[in-house]
């Protein structure tokens, strides 16, 4: 198996690289509950966190570690990746900690990991 390299996805790569190890290990009713949580946090609330998310990187010039966490995976886990590259951007560039939590739900519901707490 080939290791990730953090670096390429800003500074906060390490934790992207964490949603990404656990994305190897999930079985498949639980890719199957991903998807369900995902199509149930989409919605006005979910548009806001992933423009503001998207903004604050951009805004911060870290438009490559959003491109290459956007490129690696399909929404849910995409999401907490792209939440993960800019979490240390909150109160910053209009970013909440709100937006964070919306876009990262459906992966700690369904996994119970959360990328931005404990230990990586």
Known sequence: MTSIKSDVFGPQGARVVSVLERTRKLP???????TDEWGLAYGVAYDEAW???YD???DAS???AW???YGVAWDAIRDAGLACVVSDLVGQHGLKQEHLDVLLKPWITVTGHDPLKGEL
Request: proline share 5%.
């Open 67 to 69: 491109g290459a966490a």
């Open 28 to 34: 498949a009713d639980e890719m199957e509950q991903l």
């Open 51 to 53: 423009d503001a998310a």
């Open 62 to 64: 870290r438009p490559g």
């Open 56 to 58: 604050a990187a951009r």
